[in-house]
């Protein structure tokens, strides 16, 4: 049995040590195996380095933010906004903002995760407040700016009702002006098709 084991082996490794004119096929084959698992292993090897790079560089950050805000900040602002990815799935961002001892403008990024359906209100107070506990601001946290959504307006007053008394919301003047804008346009859309109209005859070719 021993002997026969050594045959196949012999069998299937020996045409890799004779002259490539007489195997080309077989070598060709055996040297891309080998590179595309030479390949893999190193991307497997940088692909596990980055993940543990990321998760330090992320612990750090956390702890350098999370000092920063509870030895020099008395008062924070947040800042949370939910949209839905093309994938369907969605996801709530939340900054903090503060100004510093010396009056400067600061934000950072503190989540932005996948948050299940569905988006109601009650669930982004929950999400919110969790957030907020997380990082151990509910004593310094004042006001949360959002869009004007049902929900996102629901989950503000249900965290300050349930919650955190103290945060207020803030309506977000950006999105009320584009709002104001949308609604003016819809008021010109006659002109506005005049005007296009107008424009497609003067650049269309005329006829004599």
Not at 38 to 51: E, G, H, P
Not at 104 to 121: D, I, M, N, Q, V
Request: with cysteine; proline share 3%; aromatic share 12%.
């Amino acid at each position: 049995m021993s002997s026969q084991k050594t045959r196949v082996f012999s069998k299937e490794i020996n045409p890799i040590y004779h002259p490539f004119c007489l195997t080309p096929l077989y070598l060709t084959k055996s040297i891309f195996s080998w590179v595309c698992l030479c390949v893999w292993a190193r991307i497997s090897y940088f692909i596990k380095t980055a993940k543990e790079l990321i998760h330090e560089a992320y612990n750090w950050s956390y702890d350098q933010l999370s000092s920063l805000l509870h030895s020099s900040v008395t008062s924070i602002h947040l800042t949370t906004n939910l949209w839905t990815a093309k994938s369907w799935h969605g996801y709530l961002g939340v900054t903090v903002t503060w100004l510093s001892s010396d009056f400067k403008f600061r934000e950072a990024l503190l989540s932005c995760e996948h948050l299940p359906y569905p988006h109601t209100g009650e669930v982004i107070s929950e999400e919110l407040f969790r957030i907020i506990c997380e990082w151990c601001l509910e004593t310094i946290v004042f006001t949360i700016a959002t869009d004007n959504g049902i929900n996102m307006v629901k989950g503000i007053w249900l965290l300050n009702n349930n919650y955190i008394s103290s945060v207020e919301h803030q309506p977000c003047a950006a999105h009320i002006l584009q709002l104001s804008v949308q609604e003016g346009l819809k008021q010109c859309k006659a002109v506005h098709h005049r005007i296009k109209s107008l424009q497609a005859f003067f650049w269309l070719p005329k006829q004599a």
